[in-house]
Nanobody, 117 residues
Framework: QVQLVESGGALVQPGGSLRLSCAAS????????MSWYRQAPGKGRGLVAR???????NYLDFVRGRFTISRDNAKSTVHLQMSSLKPEDTAVYFC???????????WGQGTQVTVSS
């Protein structure tokens, strides 16, 4: 049974930092690209950052330089370190795993990040 369990979401002030984690189980973590997506209220779900099975990373422009994605294959965990948070970063953040670019992959249930003073 595949599971992706996100944690670390919280209410944080603008300019603050958060670290999101996603614990994976039920599949071969090391062979999957892992991604973080986010969905703000009233908007669609969009990619934030991805790390491939060989640890190459890519970021969307609006988070590059502020967010860092990393993975720990020994613990089957992917992290998203977020800093210099802005109110527009407020969203539900979802973890996603896929073996191939054409795969539907697996989704977590999401964790809420709220950036507000």
């Amino acid at each position: 049974q595949v599971q992706l369990v996100e944690s670390g979401g919280a209410l944080v002030q603008p300019g603050g930092s958060l670290r999101l984690s996603c614990a994976a189980s039920g599949f071969t973590f090391s062979t999957h690209a892992m991604s973080w997506y986010r969905q703000a209220p009233g908007k669609g779900r969009g990619l934030v950052a991805r790390i491939t099975s060989d640890s190459r990373t890519n970021y969307l422009d609006f988070v590059r330089g502020r967010f860092t994605i990393s993975r720990d294959n020994a613990k089957s965990t992917v992290h998203l370190q977020m800093s210099s948070l802005k109110p527009e970063d407020t969203a539900v953040y979802f973890c996603h795993a896929r073996a191939f670019p054409w795969s539907d992959g697996y989704w977590g249930q999401g964790t809420q990040v709220t950036v507000s003073s």
